[in-house]
């Protein structure tokens, strides 16, 4: 959110005067807001509108809406939505098409593109049921088992003596009631927590794994304005997608639950519900938490998505016939670090921030006015601050030390930490090996040892990326880096040591694989490291986990605490499991003028002409010369003052009537700090309008019998 970073210096100041009052380890601990902040108070729906299908605000949408939902609407909404991989979804008609974002199939794009095709360039329409193309292993879950589980797992916890017992027990029945559900019922089962453990639910999926792509249009009009118009609006996108389910049977899935198609869609002040799976918030988080977050893990993780979208930004450059691999993983790159840096934007807002230090005293006032909640959580803010500090002391070591992440890693660390695994495997007896290093399958795990298809000159970035990372982390003080430096700077580090590594090379590679012993002698600069930082960084980790695993005993508490205090009034973090957010639709000032609540394809075209010969704003050539019949009045796409957040993509837009009325595929720029706290002032959900994808499925892709099918309910003949 780099338009937000250019707020005023003040502003970074005066935030930073958010300190602790009193000395270290008081226990007094108070968060001051900062100056010219002090009479700012924590708002009604601070914490969001991410409403569980477990606790359903039925009162709240009374007084709020005039509405009553039965139970019936609530199960029909329930059953209706999906959760895809990373995403949302919903069936859409009683023949199991299923609507989703563009953003969202895209790596279903790239699976069933044939020799020939550009998929993702030139879009996919099957005219007929039998062109509809199947995604190797993909899948869609359907949320249709809800059960309450809190107390066993609440007594495991309990019954532990220590805080890392108490973890632990925790989490083994955690894993014991998820096996005994899923054996009992035949689902998909996990235990879902709410409250940082204030309330524990056994969520209970069917899973469909026969799912094959309806239509996908262009990926330049599915992400119009590409990462120039991300998280802003107003929008001109048609982020749209269609599967279908298909049962057993190789037949189209017949289900009774899915939401009707509104081709009018919404209008400026309908009340809309989004039923999605956002993904995962940390509003119930302490205000030492967040400060951590905006301190350590936020800076961390910027630092290293800027590293990303810098080096696959300009391979792309250099090799854009590389397109069709890596773009999307540049565009995953791009958003995250346009979102992470909104998150980072919101905790150095000294206003939001001042909204959550008020939400955090009245909190604690009302648990130290009350002796017997006093007792039990008086001290959890001091004790979860510590941590933070303890953490502190391990975590860009730790990070700089984990080599075998995935994501921003090199893979010249990565195998080397292979080999040197293998070795240490193949040395102990069979029955106590990991499975890939059992007798019976080694040939196996020998042949596919090196990825495929290594680029050199990606890993060659990635590997200066890490090694800066590692410098910054350990300076001087670590020997086997620098050993492994050469007192070079880490650039020409890289150079020389990808001159001289073997573990790309696989004849070299199979000699120490048939020969594990030598792994131990190698000369090989990547594996002598890992071998000299192995113990250290175990060690670094295990007192850093451990350090975790306290925090965690205490957040449930804090977690006990909230639902003792606040029970179902305030809606759970999200944990990309289902939720139903309700809004209306409704625009936001922005810049000094005003956003509009709905946007037409009049403005795509103004983009695109006003754009004349960039590339984010063009056209494929269907649509530069539109038919006389296509109507640019249009609405394309809209805002809401619902509550969403990543994982929320494709989630349905439903009137009260659960029809669909939208699709969401998007946050304004404003949006991210949503992440810790809600503010409907200028929070908006963006959405694609029914209107504009009927439009355009009808006029600009022919694609006549998805409409028909969406306006029916079910396939027509």
Known sequence: MSKRNQLNFLLVVLISLTILAGCSGSKDLVYQKAPGYENVKAGTFDNGKMWTFDFPPIKYFESQYNFSPSDEWFENARLAALRLPGCSASFVSED????????????????????????????????????????????????????????????????????????????????????????????????????????????????????????????????????????????????????????????????????????????????????????????????????????YSYPYQLDLLKGLVDIYSDYLKKHPDKKLKY??????????????????????????????????????????????????????????????????????????????????????????????????????????????FKDSVLASTKEKFLPKDIDREIQLALLILQLK?????????????????????????????????????????????????????????????????????????KNYQEIQQKEQAKVQLLGNAIFDVYGTSLPPDATFTLRISDGVVKGYEYNGTIAPPITTFYGMYDRYFSFKGYQDWDLPEKWRNPPANFDLSTPLNFVSTADIIGGNSGSPLVNKNLEVVGLAFDGNIESLPGNFIFDDTKNRTVAVHTAGMTEALLDIYGAKRIVDELLNGKIVQ
């Open 96 to 295: 199991g098409l299923v609507m989703t974002n563009h953003h969202c199939i895209r790596s279903a794009l790239d699976q069933v593109n044939r020799e020939g095709e550009n998929l993702p360039e030139n879009g996919f329409f099957a005219k007929t049921l039998e062109e509809e193309r199947k995604v190797p292993n993909l899948y869609i879950d359907q949320l249709v088992l809800i059960e309450d589980v809190t107390e066993q797992v609440k007594s495991a916890f309990e019954s532990g003596k220590t805080d890392e017992e108490k973890v632990q027990k925790r989490q083994d029945k955690i894993r014991e009631l998820e096996r005994e559900y899923s054996k009992k019922t035949g689902l998909i089962c996990n235990v879902v927590t709410f409250f940082n453990g204030g309330k524990y639910s056994m969520y209970g999926y069917k899973r469909y794994n026969d799912v094959r792509l309806v239509f996908a249009p262009e990926t330049q009009v599915a992400y119009y304005g590409g990462d120039y118009d991300n998280f802003t609006y107003p929008r001109y996108d048609l982020d749209v997608a269609f599967y279908r389910v298909y049962d057993e049977n190789g037949k189209p899935l017949k289900t009774k639950h899915y939401f009707k198609w509104n081709k009018d869609g919404a209008k400026e002040g309908d009340l809309i519900f989004v039923i999605g799976n956002p993904g995962r918030t940390n509003r119930l988080f302490t205000v030492a938490q967040l400060n951590f977050l905006r301190d």
């Open 469 to 541: 990372d590692m410098k910054n982390a350990f300076g001087n003080e670590l020997k086997a880096l620098n050993e492994l430096l050469g007192g070079s700077s880490p650039d020409e580090a890289a150079t020389k040591l990808d001159n001289v590594t073997i573990v790309f090379n696989k004849d070299e590679v199979d000699k120490l694989l048939n020969n594990p012993d030598e792994i131990f002698k190698s000369n090989d600069p990547f594996i002598k490291f890992v071998l000299a930082t192995k113990q250290y960084g175990e060690e670094l980790t």
């Open 327 to 436: 773009q999307s993983m540049l565009f995953g790159f791009s958003n995250s670090l346009k979102a992470f840096t909104g998150y980072h934007g919101g905790l150095k807002d000294p206003y939001l921030m001042a909204k959550k230090i008020d939400f955090e005293q009245n909190f604690r006032n009302t648990i130290n006015s009350n002796p017997t909640l006093k007792s039990k959580y008086g001290n959890i803010w001091e004790e979860i601050a510590e941590y933070q500090k303890e953490k502190a002391k391990y975590f860009y070591k730790v990070n700089a030390l984990n080599i075998r992440a995935r994501g921003g890693k090199s893979l010249y660390f990565q195998v080397a930490a292979d080999l040197v695994e293998f070795a240490e495997q193949v040395k102990l007896p069979d029955e106590k090996r990991a499975p890939r």
